[in-house]
């Protein structure tokens, strides 16, 4: 049995794009070009949603004719023709585009190739002063030319892996599209990443080069990184070279090149023409339950994922400014990389998202002139409570998109960003994954934005929500599945030759479609709604209800300043479902503040959403890309031993999860 969530949002929609701002859109443009040349059907004249649903329905229909249409309107550089564009559509092991191949590298750098933007940026540089210090188009393209040439000259081959333990900054951006450049293959490690957690990346793929910084700042301090890079030397046998960034000014330390000698020359890039599916880089699932799975995509997916999206979906292109608080240890630093593509500047924050104050991003919006601006539901939520006022005290008239991902942006979120940003705000919540570096649905620049809603799902992607059976339903939750296949899916795991643990983790539940994970909604209307993580699911006497609802409302008490909620199924057959709470300052869980948590869960919920009991902890646990931790503490509180739950090197504060484990073994039976 399954529930439709009880919705806050209005049938009337929070903001609604005007004519001129629909048919200046690209994704309009695209679906007349469409029309004309391939068979789209033509724009619904006066009905925006009508003329969307039409052109998604023939995007999902029509596979390959789209992602021809597609590749040929953005002008994907095939410097060998394809054969034809799907020559298997089974799931997994779709082939896409078989014989063409290109570079993703090149196609990163073609606004350099216009002499009038050679002077432009193409990436603008912040760290916590907020000055943004701007690399020219010309010059990006020159520093990624020499160190193609010098990775090439230190032996590194199409297929190699080059890693990076770097802060986001514009040398990061460099080595990768020079490792793109010469057909390596790239993966990488935010600094704030402990010794063992990056080991536990960078040893299943044995790179031959690793770029490291000296250490970073954040949140006004410096951290030094010699050690740990120390270990990372021992740790990676493979390595023929290691590059030093001395961003903390200290020398490069013994059998270190330098960075400075290495982008130093005038180069024209070389750039190897690879097979459509040849890996493109390598990024990490969260890993709580044992290693990070290693996930693969290729050049051409990504291009063309990331060219769709940014293009149709963001309505990006040359005089944007791209902004995504984000580091390169998460999948968004891999999107943000990719405004490049359509010629947008991309703007890198290096720095605490609340440093000197929680109206921080913003201000780096204000100052680099952004005009989308993408950061987390937590931020949005964080910057509510703490009652930053962005419109007021910033100009942020530039900016005509706020996009959120990372959780579910709730009501309150959308609300405050309408009436704190500016109320004519286009506001894209956002939702995909890392297994496909992309968005399955959310930003839809022609389509009105609803409270608590992602506007659509996004084109030629097969979304829908499945009961237990595998039949579709509308209005009613149901599991994230996707039924075509998508370009940037993996082409496989690393050190998964059978494609076992591949087929494991998104095939099993329904063999030969995509199960993300995830409890969503699709609405009559066309939006969707994400309820969180399906496999930590709370199941209540067969009534399913996603944990985002649960942390949506409680968080809305000034005295929660987060929580975690769990439902654990017992050896006995019982159900327990506690909901944890870290409190703000000052706060006190006493009578009277849980009467209002469980009033406010059973009035703006249902009773059966009331947890079984109230607990007070010093935090909440999250990955190191800072989602919350359900499925490991959900095995801690079932009895499951700590080292067996999950990798503390996972964690931001493994700590944590010892109190969960002593809970699960002094409690195991099941409380009402």
């Not at 779709?94 to 009038?116: K, M, S, V």
């Not at 296949?485 to 479609?513: A, H, K, L, Q």
């Not at 809305?556 to 709470?581: H, K, N, T």
Request: hydrophobic share 40%; net charge negative.
């Amino acid at each position: 049995m399954t529930t439709a969530p009880q919705h806050t949002g209005s049938p009337e929609p929070l903001w609604s794009p005007g004519p001129e701002r629909i048919a200046r859109a690209q994704v309009t443009r695209f679906q007349q070009w469409a029309a004309e040349r391939h068979g789209a059907p033509a724009a619904v004249p006066g009905d925006p949603a009508a003329s969307y649903a039409a052109l998604h329905r023939w995007s999902v229909d029509e596979l390959e004719t789209f992602w021809q249409a597609f590749t040929a309107w953005s002008g994907v550089r095939f410097s060998h023709p394809y054969e034809r564009v799907l020559a298997d559509p089974a799931m997994p092991g779709a082939r896409w585009f078989p014989g063409a191949t290109l570079n993703y590298a090149e196609h990163a750098l073609r606004a350099a190739e216009d002499p009038a933007r050679a002077g432009e940026p193409a990436l603008l540089a912040v760290d916590e002063t907020h000055d943004p210090r701007p690399v020219g188009w010309a010059e990006l393209r020159r520093q990624v030319g020499s160190l193609a040439a010098e990775l090439r000259r230190l032996g590194v081959r199409p297929g190699d892996r080059v890693s990076g333990y770097l802060p986001n900054i514009p040398q990061a951006v460099v080595a990768f599209l020079a490792t793109a450049a010469v057909g390596g293959v790239w993966t990488s490690c935010a600094p704030d990443f402990g010794a063992r957690s990056v080991l536990d990346r960078f040893q299943q793929v044995e790179p031959v080069v690793l770029f490291t910084v000296d250490g970073y700042r954040y949140g006004g301090k410096e951290h030094e990184r010699a050690g740990t890079v120390a270990e990372l030397r021992a740790g990676l046998p493979t390595l023929r070279a290691v590059v030093h960034i001395p961003l903390l000014g200290t020398p490069a330390p013994e059998g270190a090149l330098e960075w400075d000698a290495l982008v130093a020359a005038e180069t024209e890039p070389v750039f190897e023409q690879v097979p459509f599916d040849h890996p493109l880089w390598v990024l990490y699932s969260s890993g709580t339950t044992g290693l990070p799975k290693a996930i693969v995509q290729s050049q051409g997916g990504i291009l063309v994922e990331h060219l769709k999206q940014l293009s149709l979906h963001c309505d990006l292109g040359p005089g944007d400014r791209f902004f995504w608080y984000t580091s390169t240890g998460w999948m968004m630093w891999n999107f943000l990389v990719s405004g490049l593509l359509v010629g947008a500047t991309v703007v890198l924050y290096d720095g605490s998202p609340g440093h000197p104050d929680t109206g921080a991003q913003w201000r780096v919006a204000e100052r680099t002139g952004t005009t989308l601006y993408g950061t987390s539901a937590a931020y949005v939520m964080a910057c509510r409570k703490a009652g930053v006022h962005p419109g007021r005290d910033f100009d942020l008239s530039r900016v005509k998109c706020v996009a959120t991902t990372g959780s579910p942006l709730p009501p309150d979120g959308f609300r405050w960003i309408h009436d704190e940003v500016s109320e004519d705000m286009w506001i894209a919540s956002v939702s995909g994954g890392t297994d496909v570096c992309s968005c399955f649905a959310g930003a839809v620049p022609t389509l009105p934005v609803h409270i608590g809603e992602l506007q659509a799902p996004c084109l030629g992607t097969g979304l829908q929500a499945w009961d237990p059976h595998g039949k579709p339903v509308t209005d009613e939750v149901g599991e994230l599945v996707v039924t075509k296949p998508m370009p940037s899916m993996p082409i496989r795991f690393w050190n998964d030759p059978e494609g076992t643990r591949y087929r494991e983790s998104y095939f099993e539940m329904f063999p030969g479609v995509w199960r993300h994970g995830d409890w969503i909604t699709l609405t009559s209307r066309g939006s969707v709604i994400i309820h969180g993580r399906s496999d930590s699911t709370l199941n209540r006497q067969g009534v399913r209800m996603g944990s985002a609802d649960i942390y949506e409302v409680v968080e809305r008490l000034p005295e929660i300043r987060e929580s975690l909620v769990i439902g654990a199924e017992q050896p006995d057959g019982g159900y327990w479902m506690p909901l944890f709470v870290h409190l703000a300052p000052g706060a006190r869980l006493d009578d009277a503040l849980l009467d209002r948590i469980k009033r406010t869960i059973r009035e703006n919920l249902s009773p059966r959403h009331v947890p079984d009991e109230v607990i007070e902890v010093p935090a909440i646990p999250h990955t190191l890309t800072g989602k919350r931790i359900e499925v490991p503490v959900k095995r801690l509180l079932q009895g499951t031993p700590l080292e067996k739950a999950v990798n503390p090197g996972s964690v931001d504060n493994a700590d944590l999860l010892k109190f969960y484990e002593e809970l699960g073994r002094e409690r195991p039976t099941p409380r009402t």
